[in-house]
Structures are given as structure tokens and as C-alpha cells.
């Protein structure tokens, strides 16, 4: 391999960037072509006729029926802390949307000066929608369990009239013409949408560190980070300041902000949810889905979001219709693959961490699945090529703005981004075609395997502003496959800790089945002590 910082500033004075030394030595003190190495290693070893991952030929639309609704709980808790019970709660004359607005509102009023997970509050458009709601279902129109319940949706995401910055200055004054595919499907199910939450910039960092807006606190602990990048929502929902909260997820950015914040987190199969209106970050590894309080509450979301639309094509294919009922039907006779090597040479993760994965497992093979341990090597490879594609479709996406505009980066996302550009002339191929064998060999690997158990996160949570770090997460990215966290206890430093799940594609009602029995045995977390 040619010296990789000489290569990278060739490349980009070939692409007209003007980048300056100090980022090239940025770029090198941050670590950011640590593992160009080894992705030459891995595509090398790749037979040069090896076909694409992007060939492959997705089957044609195939219309699906509407999600069955899910049924509310008997006795709801009138605080109403999560969806089902907020959406019980109304219907049994113990709230209504307008309380329940009111009450999110004060909670923003209060804490978000200190937390910073709101971009944008729209107070008066979130009240007008709640009283909506309450006329439409005292007039017998239900629209299901997120009618009248107060939502927040991340600033990747266009809503009609607002700007969509991504947490970007060049992004700051770029208004939506029309509303993303999920937030028409949020209103469409009658939730009461109350602002857009803080990212770190242009979603490309797994922590919430922005030079523009500055960190989202974490909840628990106003010293340690969120996670990132959908660091506000998940901000938002930990804290009542919303019920339920959309992210997105390139490399992790769902599940570990919901696992630092005690949520579930839940980033869909690859196709599963139209990404239609969100700013890009990487075409081909871009996931949307839902921060929720409980396994439920994200399995309604999940319902009312999925589902093709011709705005987006990654979601026109066949696949089976996914509904939010008939998820407590246990885990007898599963088979759950418990991770013991990610082919990195190091322990997964911490001993606390370890400890949460283990009594995951120990809920899962009471409550009759078959728990054996698994190694998959092919981790190390698909998190190496994963970052790769990420990096070359984003250096693609932001080059002419990388070109006119390098100075509103904020630092970190400019070397981040400037760092792609090292890269040799066909690795986007190579990388692709690399995604083909690994995407066959784990396929092998986890043939006899409903799903995949391992950390989220290798060590505790990061002090406010410092990236997390992703390899547990972003391999399912690179394949696609379902992922969820959920909480599994505390550490000894009183912040949440989190396991993840991964099923196969399409197959998120075998992944939400098996984390609500995670859920029961282990219970959900306290909530973080608020004024």
C-alpha cells in the first residue's frame, strides 16, 4: 500500500478540495485511516469476478395488507410513561392528547436547557394537532395506539415548512417543501408530532458531538454522552419530553443512543422503512426506525412506518407484512446464537457489559429457547467494508459542497469526511464485492441460528461529546439484518446498560418476540430522576 496521507492528499487536490494540512494531520491524529490496512487486506483477498453486492436484482413491489392494530393493555397505568399506556389511558378518560401534550411540553421547558435535545419545538402546530386528535376519537374515528401521543422526530428528517438542517450550518436554512415519507406516517396515524431533536452533524458520528449546536447531556448522568447520532430523541423519550421518537441508523445511530438512555431501539431490515425526505448520510447502509420505552411501544411504530413507498425504491420488493399483534407468543425452541468472537482478537466487551449479555441469555433459555454459543470472525470484516461504503458514499454525497463550502464543516465531520478520500481508484467496487462473501459466509455461519445475541457497546458510556464506538453495530448495517437494544440493568455507575439482537431479514416479529421476553425477565430500567 503507498503511504495512505500522501494518497489522500493527492486525492483530494485531484477533486478540487482545498484541504489544509492541519486537517491532513486531523485526520491522522484522530485515527481516521486506522483501518485502511486492513480494508486493503479484505478486498485483495477478494476473487476480482466476484459480483456486487449492489447487483443483486431486489423482486418487484408486492402490495401488502394493513397491519393488524394491537391491542391495548387492560390496565393502564394513567401516567401514562409509555405509548400503549398513554394510548389506554386516553381511551379510559385518564388523560387526553391535549394533557398529555401539555404535560411533554413542560417537561421540554424545563430540562431541555440543560440536555439540548431539541433543534426545533413546534409548540403551536403540536397543539393544534392534539386537539385534532381529541375531536376525531370523541367522534369514533381511532386511528390506532399513536392517536393524541406526543412524538419527536430527528433533524434528518423533512416536515413541510421547517428547515432540515442535519446538524449542519449548510443545512440551516434549507426549508421542506413537503413532509418525509415517516412523518406523513406519523400524522397519518394520528401522532401529535412536538419538535425535531438534536444529531450530531450530518449523522456522521456515533456520539453527539457537533461544533454547531453543541452535545446532547445524557439523561442519567449530564456528564456523559447520549450516543449519536440520534442523540436528541433518544434524549427526548428517556425524559417524558416525548413518548416515542424516530432515529436513524447508518452504523449504530439508533441503538446506542436508546442503549445509553435505558430505550429500546430498533433499526429495521434495509428496505423495511422509507428513508424518503431524510437527509443521506450512505445510500446503502441508511435504516429508520423507532426510540421507544418498551418492546411494544416500538413494535407500533415499527407498524405504523413500515411498508413500501414509491418515493423510495429501497423499499419496493417482496417481503412479508409486518403487524404489531401476536408478539408475546414466547420463544419456545428458538435458536439463539450467543456471540463469543467478533474475529477482532479482543474480548466483546467489559465484564458489566458481559454480565447484562449473560443474563439475556439465561431469560432467553428459561423461557425455552436453545442458547449455544456462536463465533462469528465475520464481524471484523463486514464493520471494516461497512465503514468503507459508509465513508465513499458520503465523500460522494458532500463533494460539492466539500469543494465550495469546506470551511462550515465543523472539524470533526470535515476530516471525517476528508478521510474517504483516501481510498484507491475502484475500492467502492472492491468493497461491494467484498460485501458479496461476507454477507455468504455469515449467511452460512448463522444458517441454524433465529438470532443473534451480543453487546451494543464494548465499555460504559462516554463522557458528553466523545464518540461511542460502533463495531458491534454497524456489521448489520453492512448486511441489512434487523437489530434492536434494550436495557439489561445498570452498571456500578448508575447508567444504563444494553444488549443487542439481530434476526434475519424480514423477520423483525421473531426479533421483537425474543426482546419481550428479555424485557419481562429483566424489567425496565428507572427512569432518570428529573426536577
Given at each position: 500500500m503507498s503511504n495512505p496521507i500522501d494518497r489522500l492528499r493527492t486525492n483530494l487536490r485531484a477533486a478540487a478540495i482545498p484541504a489544509t494540512d492541519a486537517d491532513l494531520e486531523g485526520i491522522q491524529a484522530r485515527g481516521f485511516l486506522s483501518r485502511l490496512a486492513d480494508f486493503e487486506r479484505i478486498v485483495a483477498g477478494v476473487p476480482a469476478e466476484t459480483l456486487p453486492d449492489y447487483a443483486a436484482s431486489p423482486a418487484p413491489l408486492d402490495p401488502l395488507p394493513p397491519p393488524d392494530p394491537p391491542e391495548l393493555p387492560a390496565t393502564p397505568d394513567p401516567s401514562g410513561t409509555s405509548v400503549l399506556d398513554a394510548a389506554a389511558a386516553i381511551r379510559a378518560g385518564a388523560t387526553s392528547p391535549t394533557a398529555l401534550l401539555d404535560a411533554a411540553l413542560a417537561r421540554i421547558d424545563t430540562l431541555d436547557r440543560?440536555?439540548?435535545?431539541?433543534?426545533?419545538?413546534?409548540?403551536?402546530?403540536?397543539?393544534?394537532?392534539?386537539?385534532?386528535?381529541?375531536?376525531?376519537?370523541?367522534?369514533?374515528?381511532?386511528?390506532?395506539?399513536?392517536?393524541?401521543?406526543?412524538?419527536?422526530?430527528?433533524?434528518?428528517?423533512?416536515?413541510?415548512?421547517?428547515?432540515?438542517?442535519?446538524?449542519?450550518?449548510?443545512?440551516?436554512?434549507?426549508?421542506?417543501?413537503?413532509?418525509?415519507?415517516?412523518?406523513?406516517?406519523?400524522?397519518?396515524?394520528?401522532?401529535?408530532?412536538?419538535?425535531?431533536?438534536?444529531?450530531?452533524?450530518?449523522?456522521?458520528?456515533?456520539?453527539?458531538?457537533?461544533?454547531?449546536?453543541?452535545?446532547?447531556?445524557?439523561?442519567?448522568?449530564?456528564?456523559?454522552?447520549?450516543?449519536?447520532?440520534?442523540?436528541?430523541?433518544?434524549?427526548?423519550?428517556?425524559?417524558?419530553?416525548?413518548?416515542?421518537?424516530?432515529?436513524?441508523?447508518?452504523?449504530?445511530?439508533?441503538?446506542?443512543?436508546?442503549?445509553?438512555?435505558?430505550?429500546?431501539?430498533l433499526k429495521p431490515t434495509w428496505g423495511r422503512t422509507s428513508l424518503a425526505g431524510g437527509f443521506t448520510l450512505s445510500w446503502s447502509l441508511d435504516h429508520l426506525g423507532p426510540l421507544a420505552l418498551t418492546v411494544a411501544d416500538a413494535a407500533v411504530l415499527l407498524a405504523a412506518l413500515a411498508g413500501p413507498d414509491p418515493r423510495d425504491e429501497r423499499t419496493l420488493r417482496a417481503a412479508p407484512a409486518f403487524t404489531a399483534s401476536r408478539l408475546d407468543a414466547g420463544v419456545l425452541g428458538l435458536r439463539i446464537g450467543l456471540v463469543n468472537d467478533d474475529g477482532s482478537g479482543q474480548p466483546l466487551a467489559g465484564e458489566e457489559q458481559l454480565a447484562a449479555l449473560r443474563r439475556a441469555a439465561a431469560a432467553l433459555a428459561a423461557a425455552g429457547a436453545v442458547v449455544d454459543e456462536l463465533a462469528l470472525p465475520q464481524l471484523d470484516g463486514l464493520r471494516v467494508i461497512g465503514s468503507a461504503i459508509l465513508g465513499m458514499e458520503a465523500a460522494?454525497?458532500?463533494?460539492?459542497?466539500?469543494?465550495?463550502?469546506?470551511?462550515?464543516?465543523?472539524?470533526?465531520?470535515?476530516?471525517?469526511?476528508?478521510?474517504?478520500?483516501?481510498?484507491?481508484?475502484?475500492?467502492?467496487?472492491?468493497?461491494?464485492?467484498?460485501?458479496?462473501?461476507?454477507?455468504?459466509?455469515?449467511?452460512?455461519?448463522?444458517?441454524?441460528?433465529?438470532?443473534?445475541?451480543?453487546?451494543?457497546?464494548?465499555?460504559?458510556?462516554?463522557?458528553?461529546?466523545?464518540?461511542?464506538?460502533?463495531?458491534?453495530?454497524?456489521?448489520?448495517?453492512?448486511?441489512?439484518?434487523p437489530a434492536l437494544t434494550l436495557p439489561a440493568g445498570t452498571g456500578a455507575d448508575g447508567l444504563p446498560l444494553a444488549v443487542q439482537l439481530v434476526a434475519k431479514p424480514w423477520d423483525e416479529r421473531t426479533l421483537l418476540r425474543a426482546a419481550m421476553v428479555v424485557e419481562q425477565a429483566l424489567g425496565r430500567i428507572a427512569p432518570p430522576r428529573l426536577p
Open positions: 440543560r440536555l439540548n435535545a431539541f433543534q426545533l419545538v413546534l409548540a403551536d402546530e403540536a397543539r393544534a394537532a392534539a386537539r385534532r386528535a381529541e375531536e376525531e376519537l370523541a367522534a369514533g374515528h381511532d386511528r390506532g395506539p399513536l392517536h393524541g401521543v406526543p412524538v419527536a422526530v430527528k433533524d434528518l428528517l423533512d416536515m413541510a415548512g421547517h428547515p432540515t438542517t442535519a446538524g449542519s450550518r449548510i443545512r440551516a436554512g434549507a426549508i421542506a417543501a413537503q413532509d418525509a415519507t415517516a412523518v406523513a406516517r406519523l400524522r397519518a396515524a394520528g401522532a401529535v408530532i412536538v419538535g425535531k431533536t438534536r444529531l450530531s452533524e450530518f449523522a456522521y458520528s456515533p456520539g453527539s458531538n457537533n461544533a454547531h449546536y453543541g452535545p446532547t447531556a445524557n439523561p442519567y448522568d449530564h456528564s456523559r454522552d447520549t450516543g449519536g447520532s440520534s442523540s436528541g430523541s433518544a434524549a427526548a423519550v428517556a425524559t417524558g419530553m416525548a413518548l416515542a421518537a424516530l432515529g436513524t441508523d447508518t452504523g449504530c445511530s439508533i441503538r446506542i443512543p436508546a442503549a445509553f438512555c435505558g430505550l429500546v431501539g460522494t454525497l458532500h463533494l460539492p459542497w466539500l469543494r465550495e463550502r469546506l470551511d462550515d464543516y465543523g472539524e470533526f465531520m470535515r476530516q471525517r469526511v476528508l478521510a474517504n478520500f483516501a481510498y484507491a481508484s475502484g475500492a467502492f467496487v472492491q468493497a461491494q464485492q467484498a460485501r458479496t462473501v461476507l454477507r455468504r459466509t455469515i449467511g452460512a455461519a448463522t444458517a441454524g441460528v433465529d438470532v443473534v445475541l451480543l453487546p451494543i457497546h464494548p465499555g460504559p458510556v462516554p463522557a458528553i461529546g466523545v464518540p461511542a464506538i460502533n463495531g458491534l453495530a454497524i456489521p448489520f448495517n453492512t448486511l441489512g439484518w
